[in-house]
C-alpha cells in the first residue's frame, strides 16, 4: 500500500516539533514606534480618509474614524503634517465632491478642531469668502461653521447650566 493514499496521516514524532520563536525584548510601546523606512503616517491618513468618505457607506462610523484621527494627530507629529495636505487637497477638490461626502468632511474638520481648541490656520482658507455664494468650497466652509457654532453652543450650554445659581 502507497502511504499517500492511507486514510489516517502518519504519526507525527515530538522530535519534529520546534519551539515558538520569542518575541524580541524591546518591543514598541505603541504602533506609532515601529520601525518603518518611509512615511506610514501620510499612507495611513490617505487610507484613512479614503475610508471614511467611501460612498455610499464608510466602512466603520464615521466617529471611529474622528477618534482615531484625533489620536493618531497626539501620537504621531507627521500625522498631522500629512493630514494637513489631505485636507488641502479635500478643500482644493471640493467642487467635485458628492454632497454627501462634503458634509462628512465638514462633520470631520469640525470635531477636529473642536478637539484641537479651534486652531486652524484659517488664513489659507481666507480667499473663500471672496468667492460666489455658492461655490462648493464657500459651501463646504460655511457648513464647517455652522457645525462648530453648534458644538461651541453645546459646549457652552453645560455651562450655562452649571453657572446660574437656583
Given at each position: 500500500?502507497?502511504?499517500?493514499?492511507?486514510?489516517?496521516?502518519?504519526?507525527?514524532?515530538?522530535?519534529?516539533?520546534?519551539?515558538?520563536?520569542?518575541?524580541?525584548?524591546?518591543?514598541?510601546?505603541?504602533?506609532?514606534?515601529?520601525?518603518?523606512?518611509?512615511?506610514?503616517?501620510a499612507?495611513?491618513?490617505?487610507?484613512?480618509?479614503?475610508?471614511?468618505?467611501?460612498?455610499?457607506l464608510?466602512?466603520?462610523?464615521?466617529?471611529?474614524?474622528?477618534?482615531?484621527?484625533?489620536?493618531?494627530?497626539?501620537?504621531?507629529?507627521?500625522?498631522?503634517?500629512?493630514?494637513?495636505?489631505?485636507?488641502?487637497?479635500?478643500?482644493?477638490?471640493?467642487?467635485?465632491?458628492?454632497?454627501?461626502?462634503?458634509?462628512?468632511?465638514?462633520?470631520?474638520l469640525?470635531?477636529?478642531?473642536?478637539?484641537?481648541?479651534?486652531?486652524?490656520?484659517?488664513?489659507r482658507?481666507?480667499?473663500?469668502?471672496?468667492?460666489?455664494?455658492?461655490?462648493?468650497?464657500?459651501?463646504?466652509?460655511?457648513?464647517?461653521?455652522?457645525?462648530?457654532?453648534?458644538?461651541?453652543?453645546?459646549?457652552?450650554?453645560?455651562?450655562?447650566?452649571?453657572?446660574?445659581?437656583?
Open positions: 500500500m502507497i502511504p499517500r493514499f492511507t486514510p489516517h496521516p502518519p504519526p507525527i514524532h515530538h522530535s519534529s516539533y520546534t519551539t515558538p520563536p520569542t518575541p524580541p525584548t524591546s518591543s514598541p510601546n505603541h504602533p506609532a514606534e515601529l520601525p518603518l523606512d518611509y512615511n506610514h503616517a499612507q495611513l491618513c490617505e487610507v484613512m480618509f479614503g475610508q471614511m468618505l467611501r460612498t455610499p464608510p466602512v466603520m462610523r464615521t466617529m471611529g474614524y474622528y477618534t482615531m484621527m484625533v489620536d493618531l494627530c497626539k501620537l504621531l507629529d507627521t500625522f498631522a503634517r500629512s493630514m494637513s495636505g489631505c485636507v488641502k487637497q479635500l478643500f482644493a477638490r471640493c467642487a467635485t465632491m458628492y454632497p454627501e461626502l462634503q458634509r462628512r468632511w465638514a462633520d470631520w469640525a470635531y477636529h478642531l473642536t478637539n484641537f481648541n479651534f486652531t486652524w490656520p484659517w488664513f482658507w481666507a480667499h473663500v469668502l471672496q468667492a460666489p455664494v455658492y461655490d462648493p468650497q464657500r459651501c463646504v466652509l460655511f457648513c464647517v461653521l455652522c457645525i462648530l457654532l453648534g458644538c461651541f453652543f453645546l459646549s457652552q450650554h453645560v455651562t450655562l447650566c452649571v453657572v446660574p445659581p437656583d
